[in-house]
C-alpha cells in the first residue's frame, strides 16, 4: 500500500534494485492485464523482481535482505537514495543464489528465516551488522543438503505468522512459538511437513483482522 508520489523500489532475483514513481505504474482495473513490467524497468533476460518496498519521503531505517542459500544482508536506506531505472547492485550474489525477501527494518527488530523444508530461525537484527550495497551479507541459517530459503518475516508488535504449503495448507502461529536464537543456526521446525501438505513455500506476517489473498502458479 502506498501513495502515488512515493518512491518504489523493485529488487529482483539476480540481486538489483531499481526505483520509479509509484505514479509511473498505470491504475488498472482488478481484472485487467496491467503493463509488463519490462516496459517499466530495464530488466535483464531471466531477471525476475522478487520484492517491492514503497518508500515515503526521508523515511529513515534499514533494509534487510535475504537470498536463497541462507545468506541475509543489513542496508542502510541512504544508500538506495539515488536508484535509476537502469538499476544498482543491491546485493551481491555468488552464482546460483537468489535475492527472495527484501524488508524494511527500525534497527531492533527480530527477523524470521523459513526454509522449503520447513526450517525456521528467529534471531535479532542487531546480529547483522550493517553494510554497503555491493557485498554479501552473512549466514542467516544453517541449511541441510537440499534445502534452501523460502522467505523471510519482520516481527512487529500484535501480528501473527502464517505458513502455506505447496498443497495449499495454511497454519497461523504466535511469534512466541519460535525462540530468540543466535544468527547462523538450524532453527526448529515450523510443523510437521509430509507428501499430503507438501513442503514450505510462503511464511508471511499476518493481523487477524486482516483477509488474506493466496494466488496459485497457474
Do not use: W
Not at 508520489?5 to 505504474?25: M, P, Q, R, W
Amino acid at each position: 500500500i502506498t501513495s502515488t508520489h512515493n518512491d518504489l523500489l523493485f529488487f529482483t532475483n539476480f540481486g538489483k534494485v531499481y526505483s520509479i514513481k509509484a505514479y509511473e505504474v498505470p491504475e488498472a482495473q482488478r481484472a485487467a492485464k496491467g503493463r509488463a513490467i519490462i516496459n517499466l524497468l530495464q530488466l535483464s533476460q531471466d531477471e525476475k523482481v522478487t520484492a517491492i518496498i514503497p518508500l515515503e519521503k526521508d523515511q529513515k531505517g534499514n533494509l534487510i535482505m535475504a537470498t536463497r542459500n541462507g545468506l541475509i544482508k543489513k542496508t542502510d536506506l541512504t544508500e538506495f537514495a539515488s536508484i535509476r531505472k537502469v538499476g544498482k547492485i543491491a546485493i551481491k550474489l555468488v552464482e546460483g543464489d537468489k535475492l527472495i525477501g527484501v524488508d524494511l527494518t527500525d534497527g531492533t527488530n527480530d527477523i524470521l528465516i523459513a526454509s522449503n523444508k520447513g526450517k525456521c530461525i528467529r534471531f535479532n537484527e542487531k546480529d547483522v551488522r550493517v553494510m554497503g550495497r555491493d557485498t554479501q551479507g552473512v549466514k542467516s541459517i544453517q541449511l541441510d543438503k537440499n534445502d534452501y530459503v523460502i522467505d523471510m518475516a519482520v516481527i512487529k508488535n500484535d501480528l501473527q505468522f502464517i505458513t502455506i504449503t505447496e498443497n495449499g495448507y495454511g497454519k497461523r502461529t504466535n511469534p512466541e512459538d519460535y525462540r530468540v536464537q543466535s544468527r547462523g543456526g538450524k532453527g526448529v521446525k515450523a510443523g510437521n511437513f509430509n507428501e499430503k501438505t507438501g513442503n514450505l513455500v510462503a511464511l508471511k506476517v499476518v493481523h487477524e483482522d486482516q483477509d488474506l489473498m493466496l494466488i496459485a502458479d497457474n
